[in-house]
């Protein structure tokens, strides 16, 4: 008897060493360069063991390696990292109808909100993906602006607190603008009156704040399954995981919007869109009766409260930290290059001035959109800090390879490392060095291909210049009424952190005076 248990134990030890031992050599097999893989997280050993952020471990990759494509292991997955900036241009653009999923597991019948424009797939994407293209219009954001101007107002208000008291303060800017960022996506996503700079115990922002964090083992758990092992979140989703966090936010966002249909309330902001999309089915054009309140009974609404809140939660997650991380990192960089600095306080004050505006004065829609320098920082900004270090796609049909023999099977997951593709020298000269003028459309230093912040093709992020507006509204607003001092220059460095985005290790300071 024991015999027969020994032998059974000793060929199934056999067989999973076989099986590992298979699947870790699958690039081999495949003829491919691989990065070598540890048992048994593959390429996220050092993520888990909190050692280096996943961003930076895909980096880490890219510049080991010299190939087009290079085979890696996410935990027990084959993955294909792209190298080639055409290539990955392709597969993003012309070749898009193989690669248009993004291989996150989402379950919307059991939990839909994970159902959000990011995660969808197919036919469910192009459709949510259609009816909320409108709501990111040149109009619908015009329609907002007074909202995000009042935010950047809030935000000179609580600066010049804290820099009258000393002639001049170090302030930890990238914290400064989180609230700013947080505060306008409360506002016009949420559709909530709040002031965290005069009250950063407010309940948005305790509940808001904790969504990055990931401190619940089960909720990493959950997050990385998503990616990597999707039967692993699937079983959760069975057994009633919730995210609470998330849920506590649809809360918010639902009562928010039986107030305003209850008393017919309308604000020009994202939510309205929203409510306008749940109720009518789309979002309309721009006009002013876009704005307006059009209620259904609630079997003929078009979309579920979950459904909607899913939303509000992507454009939360995506926006909040892109807003931050641009406008700090953009201000972090001006200190150090005290010429760049002069010249975009000259453009700031040139374009007021041929406004009619003053510094204290609200700023307009026309006269953000007239500052061409700074869009040139913008660009600089996300091109050397790119608010998500890396792309993801899915093989969806088999696909050849340009120039090879080899096809990229259908189910491959894909990665793209911008944050290496963006620091390659190949691809950017000096691109340790922060040149806004490599961008000047007259004499581009850059290779067009590589560039790619925001995603590009039919995926690409649906909310770009809704962030671009938010970035460049907080670094007026900041370089009209205050100096920044010169700083020595001083790459960042990073920490781990759970989050897809990458943390500055010490955050980002700067040293303030109000200007006279």
């Given at each position: 008897?024991?015999?027969?248990?020994?032998?059974?134990?000793?060929?199934?030890?056999?067989?999973?060493?076989?099986?590992?031992?298979?699947?870790?050599?699958?690039?081999?097999?495949e003829g491919l360069a691989e990065e070598a893989a540890k048992f048994p997280f593959g390429m996220l050993d050092a993520v888990v063991k909190q050692e280096r952020s996943f961003g930076l471990v895909v980096r880490d990759i890219y510049e080991r390696h010299s190939s087009k494509i290079v085979g890696i292991y996410m935990s027990y997955k084959p993955t294909l990292l792209v190298r080639d900036a055409e290539l990955a241009r392709k597969i993003l653009t012309s070749e898009f109808d193989s690669f248009h999923d993004r291989g996150i597991f989402?379950?919307?019948?059991?939990?839909?909100?994970?159902?959000?424009?990011?995660?969808?797939?197919?036919?469910?994407?192009?459709?949510?993906?259609?009816?909320?293209?409108?709501?990111?219009?040149?109009?619908?954001?015009?329609?907002m602006f007074n909202t995000i101007d009042d935010v950047g107002d809030k935000l000179v208000q609580h600066l010049s607190g804290i820099v009258e008291e000393k002639r001049e303060v170090e302030i930890e800017i990238k914290e400064k603008l989180t609230t700013y960022a947080v505060d306008i996506i409360g506002s016009v996503i949420f559709g909530l009156d709040i002031d965290s700079f005069s009250n950063p115990d407010n309940e948005f922002r305790r509940v808001s704040s904790t969504l990055f964090q990931q401190?619940?083992?089960?909720?990493?758990?959950?997050?990385?399954?998503?990616?990597?092992?999707?039967?692993?979140?699937?079983?959760?989703?069975?057994?009633?995981?919730?995210?609470?966090?998330?849920?506590?936010?649809?809360?918010?966002?639902?009562?928010?919007?039986?107030?305003?249909?209850?008393?017919?309330?309308?604000?020009?902001?994202?939510?309205?869109?929203?409510?306008?999309?749940?109720?009518?089915?789309?979002?309309?054009?721009?006009?002013?009766?876009?704005?307006?309140?059009?209620?259904?009974?609630e079997d003929l609404k078009a979309m579920s409260i979950d459904k909607i809140a899913a939303q509000g939660f992507l454009f939360y997650a995506a926006g909040s930290e892109t807003t931050a991380s641009t406008a700090a990192f953009t201000l972090y960089e001006l200190s150090m290059y005290p010429e760049l600095l002069q010249e975009a306080r000259n453009e700031i004050d040139s374009v007021l001035e041929r406004h009619n505006l003053k510094r204290t004065?609200?700023?307009?829609?026309?006269?953000?959109?007239?500052?061409?320098?700074?869009?040139?920082?913008?660009?600089?900004?996300?091109?050397?800090?790119?608010?998500?270090?890396?792309?993801?796609?899915?093989?969806?049909?088999?696909?050849k390879l340009p120039d090879s023999d080899y096809t990229i099977k259908k189910g491959t997951p894909i990665l793209i490392s911008l944050f290496g593709m963006h620091h390659d020298p190949n691809y950017f000269p000096n691109p340790s060095d922060y040149d806004p003028h490599r961008f000047d459309t007259q004499s581009p230093n850059y290779d067009q291909t590589a560039y790619m912040p925001f995603g590009e093709g039919p995926r690409h992020c649906i909310a770009l210049r809704m962030g671009k507006v938010n970035a460049k509204v907080a670094v007026t607003k900041v370089l009209a009424n205050f100096d920044i001092a010169e700083a020595p220059r001083k790459e960042v460095e990073y920490k781990f952190d759970a989050s897809p985005v990458m943390v500055p290790k010490s955050g980002l300071k700067v040293r303030l005076t109000k200007r006279v």
């Open positions: 008897m024991y015999t027969v248990l020994w032998l059974f134990l000793v060929l199934g030890v056999t067989l999973l060493y076989y099986f590992i031992r298979r699947q870790y050599t699958h690039w081999q097999r989402i379950d919307e019948e059991h939990d839909q909100l994970s159902a959000n424009l990011f995660n969808l797939r197919g036919a469910s994407w192009r459709n949510l993906r259609a009816k909320l293209t409108p709501s990111f219009s040149s109009g619908k954001l015009k329609g401190e619940a083992l089960a909720l990493k758990i959950h997050n990385m399954a998503s990616f990597v092992c999707p039967p692993i979140a699937k079983a959760m989703n069975r057994f009633g995981f919730e995210n609470r966090v998330l849920k506590t936010l649809r809360d918010i966002m639902q009562q928010t919007i039986e107030f305003r249909e209850q008393n017919n309330v309308v604000r020009k902001d994202l939510l309205q869109l929203l409510i306008r999309l749940r109720n009518t089915g789309k979002i309309g054009d721009d006009d002013d009766k876009v704005w307006d309140m059009e209620t259904a009974k004065d609200k700023l307009t829609y026309e006269a953000v959109q007239d500052l061409k320098f700074l869009d040139l920082c913008i660009m600089e900004t996300v091109r050397k800090y790119p608010g998500l270090p890396m792309l993801n796609r899915e093989c969806t049909e088999d696909y």
